[in-house]
């Protein structure tokens, strides 16, 4: 089964947003066996939308839709959808009952004539009902093309995907067994690790797929595959991951079934009861809100201080001002005094510290952009690393983020 | 002139990465007057790529292509380039000697012959130099279309647009002046202020587009236009805008060129001279990364705390553990005993706090998902607001995030 996602807005066009949508779409197909084909996103155009659909129902099973579902004038899918299918709209009392029903709960402000044209829906269409928001989901068949209208606020997406659109998807049935594994490597570059590697992908057998996915000082190898015979399928895989480890053992960090290195950490905090702290300069409070963002986090992650101003590690963390006077803000024994003193404030197991010039200005200390040093606090030991992370902000901060993760993994797996 | 952005790599049509990059280079390509018609993300396979670079040289003048340019064998941009314009690949010098040099710089492994690999490029391009990687942009031009291949790595690809490929574009001339104008209103729905703004909409002139972006807890209204003559633009949307606020002035909370409210809000600190500081539960560290993101955020962002378990609002902040007791740790009590702390401590002019429950789980207290209290401490005053953020994680931290700086806002405007 192929699937094309279209994305509908000119925000996106224009780049007012980004569409995250379709990326979360993606994996959640691919999880049941879909195939995504292309993922196309268009302006509110009437004869733009017609032709993408056309495109569209020519080269998949099913077509996602979000976006211009709102009630305005320059939302314009619905209508456009009828046009598509030779459709009119009728009124559905169910929709209608439900934002009647939000309106009253959370919007308390009274409905116009707009809000209740949502309830208007294709007389073909199935209607799928959004509980967190006023436009329903719609499915319609034709011409044994599925097209799925939904709206593109994320989470009501989401929740339609989830609870509805995806379950009906594998009813349909006939999917294959998708299955990917992605090792994680850090400490060679892709090219090398490529030519090491270059024999066994050669003799890789043909079902099976390798992909390099480089992010700033890690390099992931996925490995995909698909079919109707699912041991058949994993253990094939397993068999290479295996050969893997035996030819590129010493880079080879861990292994996620395409979760986050956070996803990682969080884990292994979980499975060994333990706790985590942060005490962040260059990384302005990033790894914390990425820890936080799983939910659960709460059990392992104690809390963290973003001490950006200088004076601020002094007063939030106890830093010895004195280290900081002989050594500088950015230097190693203040990664290691931050690491410390944050372990000890927060009563946490573990913590993290960053201080560094990410750069594009010079900031508190003389140390050259891209310079940062990251301390690491341990039930058993404390200590300070140096990195120089390149001449770029983003990079030099998201360098940082895996780094510091990456020692904790390490010392977390060791522990 | 019209463009589509082509993203290319399996890694997002699987959902492993979200594609940035597409919503970065069509602002920029707005903000010159290019028009971008599509976005199109594909596999790295090479019959897709064919039919997808057809497809976009007969829509566009020019096509923006990432991704796909790594040395390993699963990147086969620059072979299918090569294919499409018929074209062979030749060692470029200048390219081969960039690639020496980063890696002699800041790789420090041995180079292998992939690497080498990088510096072949079609003979028909003309090579834009990458300074932060060894993949160089191409710019070929043929029938009248131009192509330009750029690697997928966000900060080499910005890089490259910025120095290079944007300029290129300008030259080229004959771009129309495209103009925008983004109001932000809030505490009043899509469709009820669509409604009270129905006749000025059906009488707006047919060059200014209207458009309705609605997010969590408020909506902005984006005015939009293109043409040669720069001042009638202007001047035509100007007064739209006038007129916008003689109508729904009570919503309007203020205008950003599409700016972000953290943008808007780092601005007004920095023209004031005034400095914050955070102290978030709920919220995670989300704020303090959102402000640490603009540069020069260190003039007025003084640091924050992330106090994620209730033991570490009482060791961090010194939160009074008998308000706590009393009043339960998601309180307005302890929202502003947190903003007051916070702003102490930190010594910052402003002060925002967050606690909440974002669920999906209850958490150290018993108010329900959803509940949210903000505390804001300025110079003058500290108060803590109580809100219903919803029943989803995602939408309770997102509005929390917007709410808070929204006060803030409110605050600096009147300060």
Same mark, same amino acid.
């Given at each position: 089964m192929q699937a094309t996602i279209i994305t509908i807005g000119d925000e996106i066009l224009i780049g007012q947003i980004v569409d995250t949508n379709s990326a979360w779409m993606a994996r959640e197909l691919n999880k049941i066996g879909v195939h995504v084909y292309e993922i196309i996103s268009i302006s509110d155009d009437r004869a733009h939308i017609l032709s993408a659909f056309a495109k569209a129902e020519q080269q998949s099973d099913i077509v996602l839709v979000t976006g211009? *579902?709102? !009630?305005?004038?320059?939302?314009?899918t619905k209508k456009t959808i009828c046009e598509y299918f030779n459709d009119t709209l009728v009124l559905n009392q169910e929709v209608l009952d439900h934002v009647v029903r939000l309106f009253k709960e959370y919007v308390k402000a009274p409905m116009v004539d707009m809000n209740k044209d949502?309830? *208007?829906? !294709?007389?073909k269409a199935q209607v799928i009902m959004n509980e967190y928001g006023t436009a329903p989901g719609m499915w319609l068949e034709e011409n044994e093309t599925i097209f799925v209208s939904m709206p593109g606020v994320p989470f009501e997406m989401k929740a339609l995907m989830r609870d509805s659109v995806i379950p009906r998807i594998e009813k349909i049935g006939n999917l294959p067994f998708i299955h990917h594994r992605t090792i994680l490597t850090a400490g060679q570059g892709e090219s090398t690790i490529a030519t090491r590697l270059e024999e066994w992908e050669n003799n890789l057998p043909a079902h099976i797929k390798l992909a390099y996915l480089p992010s700033l000082g890690t390099v992931r190898l996925r490995l995909s595959s698909r079919g109707v015979d699912k041991d058949f399928i994993v253990n094939s895989v397993a068999g290479q991951i295996q050969e893997l480890y035996t030819i590129i053992e010493d880079v080879i960090v861990g292994e996620s079934n395409d979760e986050s290195l956070v996803h990682a950490v969080v884990q292994l905090l979980k499975d060994k009861n333990l706790t985590v702290a942060t005490a962040e300069s260059c990384t302005g409070g990033k790894i914390a809100s990425l820890i936080t963002e799983i939910p659960g986090a709460s059990q392992v992650f104690i809390g963290s201080t973003v001490t950006y101003a200088t004076q601020s590690k002094i007063d939030m963390l106890n830093v010895d001002p004195a280290i900081i006077e002989k050594y500088s803000v950015v230097s190693e024994q203040v990664a290691i005094e931050m690491a410390m003193k944050a372990r000890l404030k927060f009563k946490s197991d573990f913590a993290i510290a960053t201080t560094g010039n990410a750069g594009p200005t010079q900031g508190d200390s003389d140390a050259p952009v891209g310079t940062v040093y990251i301390g690491i606090a341990t039930p058993l030991n404390v200590y300070g690393l140096h990195f120089m992370m390149g001449n770029h902000r983003e990079r030099v901060v998201q360098k940082t983020i895996n780094k510091a993760l990456e020692l904790l993994q390490k010392e977390l797996i060791e522990m």
């Open positions: 211009g *579902l709102g !009630p305005t004038k320059d939302d314009i949502q309830a *208007l829906v !294709p007389k």
